[in-house]
């Protein structure tokens, strides 16, 4: 499976951007999916999740984030977003696809830059 990520850029602060996250083949049934970032310089982190079909598309969102940040996905295009709004400069990171299943695949990343 591929993960290809699409939709990063430069913004101003308070804006949105939303990513795409396009698999290869259809997945979602039993492949949880998730979003995750990496600041220069910091560990890559968690910001969201959404289960697989067979186990509900629940979301899920850390502290840090929730309210700004939606996931979700469009099983007919086999393509999850992220929906990210009221952007911070500490938003600024490469954001990366991730699959979680019977394996676990990762996108090669979207570069999303926020200015002041």
């Known amino acids: 499976v591929q993960l290809v990520e699409s939709g990063g850029g430069l913004v101003q602060a308070g804006g949105s951007l939303r990513l795409s996250c396009a698999a290869s083949?259809?997945?979602?049934?039993?492949?949880?999916m998730g979003w995750y970032r990496q600041a220069p310089g910091k560990q890559r982190e968690l910001v969201a999740t959404?289960?697989?079909?067979?186990?509900?598309?629940?979301?899920n969102y850390p502290d840090s984030v929730k309210g700004r940040f939606t996931i979700s996905r469009d099983n007919a295009k086999n393509t999850v977003y992220l929906q990210i709004n009221s952007l911070k400069p500490e938003d600024t990171a490469v954001y990366y696809c991730?699959?979680?299943?019977?394996?676990?695949?990762w996108g090669q990343g979207t570069q999303v830059t926020v200015s002041s």
């Open positions: 991730n699959a979680r299943g019977p394996y676990v695949y």
């Open positions: 959404i289960t697989s079909d067979t186990s509900g598309g629940i979301t």
């Open positions: 083949r259809s997945i979602f049934s039993i492949y949880a």
